[in-house]
């Protein structure tokens, strides 16, 4: 199991910018996609972005255009960078490989609080 510790989350203004880091306690290399994922109190978890070790993305359509995925395998971390944050936007953040592994062990994720 590898272990995966978010940070970067934390209180920004409508409009900011954010950068979240997911750092792997060992090598993610073998993990072909890795993804973020939000999840707002009463809400279901929404998968948020994707990045494959290649490198190739997929967003959901409600940050498509302002969130950008990356990944630094020699550094075992992958990234998120949100710009033009929204309120909407206001959820605690996690990462995890994909596909989940059965069971689904999620770390402490990171606050993400968009408000004026």
């Known amino acids: 199991q590898v272990q995966l510790v978010e940070s970067g989350g934390g209180l920004v203004q409508p409009g900011g910018s954010l950068r979240l880091s997911c750092a792997a306690s060992?090598?993610?290399?073998?993990?072909?996609?890795m993804g973020w994922f939000r999840q707002a109190p009463g809400k279901q978890r929404e998968l948020v972005a994707t990045i494959t070790t290649r490198g190739s993305t997929n967003y959901a359509d409600s940050v498509k255009g302002r969130f950008i995925i990356s990944r630094d395998n020699a550094k075992n971390t992958v990234y998120l960078q949100m710009n033009s944050l929204k309120p909407e936007d206001t959820a605690i953040y996690y990462c995890?490989?994909?596909?989940?592994?059965?069971?689904?062990?999620w770390g402490q994720g990171t606050q993400v609080t968009v408000s004026s």
């Open positions: 995890n490989g994909l596909p989940l592994a059965i069971p689904t062990h």
């Open positions: 060992r090598s993610i290399f073998s993990i072909n996609t």
